[in-house]
């Protein structure tokens, strides 16, 4: 049936003025995603013209060339890639100073995107470390990826380092294409702006993502994601991959973070006492208020001023 008010209510709702960061997100979705979509029609084009050219009796000529000409294309598709969007270069300079040299690892960085988000970075920081929001916030993006136990938690002098064991459940999920369906995966305080995820891949390499958060003022920050890899894959194609997916994991944040930002987020981070039974899941973040509280609050008496 025809309902006018619900087409009317789409068009209102897609033709609304969005935030710049929500914009290119949606823009590197759209960007990489075709890019990546790209890959298969070509092949499929190169083997269409190849089993034509060798199907009958009389080699075709003129379908050899169509494969050479799609094979090169695809070489490169590959080779070539897609350049990145200018990054902010204050934003960036910050990000390798807090990077420093804690990703002590064998990996090169594949891809590298950052943000300027409109929100406090407690909430940025809050969010990171509750490890009960891979379940929730981003039930879509991890295709409903379940958290089935806190396996460790231990304390660092510059932080804390939690790991829990995550289940993939559907056959169909794509993390599947680099990592077992079982795996213990890292969450790592390297300093009061700076947090690593560890996930363990296929043949005891790994994929690490190290978040950089910088405070701009009380209702702003940056966001700095570095995404180093060991995986033995195309390097355009597996920057693809996961810019995608980083795109598509903070465009579900972004609600959330807007949310919180409306609560009294500094609660979170008052060092009241807590319940006996605390939450397994946010033993990393408890420690980050125990141990930067102070600092913390220092920042925000200096933004302030």
Not at 219 to 236: T, V
Request: charged share 20%.
């Amino acid at each position: 049936m025809y309902y006018p008010d619900k087409i009317q209510a789409y068009l209102t709702h897609i033709s609304e003025t969005r935030s710049p960061v929500e914009d290119r997100l949606k823009r590197n979705i759209l960007k990489y995603g075709l890019w990546l979509l790209a890959i298969p029609a070509i092949i499929y084009g190169a083997a269409d013209r190849g089993w034509a050219a060798f199907s009958t009796a009389a080699v075709n000529p003129r379908d050899i060339s169509y494969c050479l000409i799609a094979l090169v294309l695809l070489l490169g598709w590959v080779c070539i890639g897609l350049a990145e969007d200018h990054l902010d270069s204050i934003a960036l300079a910050e990000a390798e100073l807090a990077r420093a040299d804690a990703l002590a690892v064998e990996s090169s960085c594949v891809a590298q995107q950052c943000y300027r988000l409109p929100y406090p970075y407690l909430c940025q920081i809050y969010h990171l470390l509750n490890v009960g929001h891979l379940e929730s916030i981003h039930r879509f993006s991890l295709g409903n990826l379940k958290v089935i136990k806190i396996s460790d938690f231990r304390k660092t002098e510059a932080g804390g380092q939690i790991r829990f064991k995550t289940m993939l459940d559907s056959p169909m999920n794509i993390l599947r294409l680099w990592r077992n369906p079982s795996v213990e995966v890292e969450l790592t305080i390297h300093s009061p702006h700076q947090i690593e995820l560890k996930v363990p891949a296929y043949g005891q390499r790994f994929i690490h993502v190290l978040f950089s958060v910088m405070p701009l003022n009380d209702k702003e920050h940056y966001l700095s994601i570095q995404m180093f890899s060991d995986l033995q894959w195309p390097r355009e194609l597996l920057k693809a991959v996961l810019i995608v997916a980083a795109s598509l994991t903070l465009l579900e944040d972004l609600p959330y973070l807007h949310h919180l930002a409306k609560r009294n987020y500094d609660g979170l981070f008052s060092p009241r006492p807590r319940p006996q039974k605390t939450s397994q899941a946010k033993q990393l973040f408890y420690r980050y208020v125990d141990l930067y509280n102070n600092r913390w609050n220092s920042r925000q008496l200096q933004l302030l001023d």
